[in-house]
């Protein structure tokens, strides 16, 4: 039987369609794992409480959390097809008296921090395929809040589903910590870590087999033809 070269070209294409969407699908990936903390009262324990951050009060942010109004954020996600990738994101929040005077309040802050953002996605860490796939991540806040740990492993975990782990949405761990009094020029931090880590080990598909098969019978009828 005699095929053409546009015939034996577009057999070779699909193949390497297929090929390719095999081995892009699979992903193991973790969505917004994230750490906010926010000021949201002051109070002198004499007069009533305030959401007026007091004057000479200075609130910074360190590693790797961005500024927001009177607080800090960071956020992580990861998304792998193929192979192995992680992330670990540090940082947290000072508070500083640059007053000149002692500050005999306590000053408010809440903090959030989850495996997503409040509103988004209900899963933290899924994968396609927990044969051949895992993702998990972790998020810990450290400091004057009491200590605390929100993580998931879909290897050990799975409390979605068979492929997923996480907490349902809109959720986070939320707190609420106090500084004070504080003395003029005294600073104070919140921190925090995020970790994510996740594998995808990509198993050999039967297209590439058939591709590699469709490679030698080009080969073989290459040579038939010059042996004519």
């Avoid at 929040?93 to 988004?120: H, Y």
């Avoid at 009094?181 to 005294?186: I, N, T």
Wanted: charged share 10%; aromatic share 10%; proline share 6%.
């Amino acid at each position: 039987m005699h095929m053409g070269k546009t015939a034996l070209g577009g057999i070779f294409a699909a193949l390497i369609a297929m090929t390719a969407t095999a081995t892009a699908v699979p992903f193991a990936g973790v969505n917004n794992a994230f750490w906010r903390v926010q000021f949201f009262g002051y109070s002198d324990l004499i007069s009533p409480p305030t959401s007026i951050l007091p004057s000479g009060i200075s609130i910074g942010c360190f590693g790797s959390a961005a500024s927001i109004a009177n607080g800090c954020q960071d956020g992580a996600s990861l998304l792998v097809f193929n192979g192995s990738d992680a992330i670990i994101k540090s940082g947290g929040i000072s508070i500083t008296n640059n007053s000149g005077a002692d500050l005999p309040g306590f000053l408010l802050f809440k903090t959030d921090f989850s495996a997503f953002n409040p509103g988004g996605p209900s899963i933290g860490a899924q994968v396609d395929d927990a044969t051949y796939q895992y993702a998990a991540f972790s998020s810990s806040v450290f400091g004057l809040a009491t200590g605390d740990q929100h993580a998931c492993d879909t290897r050990v975990s799975p409390n979605m589903g068979p492929n997923a782990c996480g907490v349902f949405s809109p959720d986070s761990s939320q707190g609420e910590f106090g500084i004070g009094p504080l003395a003029a020029g005294q600073s104070v931090t919140q921190s925090y870590q995020i970790n994510i880590a996740a594998t995808v080990f990509v198993p050999e598909p039967l297209t590439v087999s058939l591709f590699g098969a469709g490679l030698a019978g080009a080969a073989a009828l290459r040579r038939r033809r010059a042996a004519k």
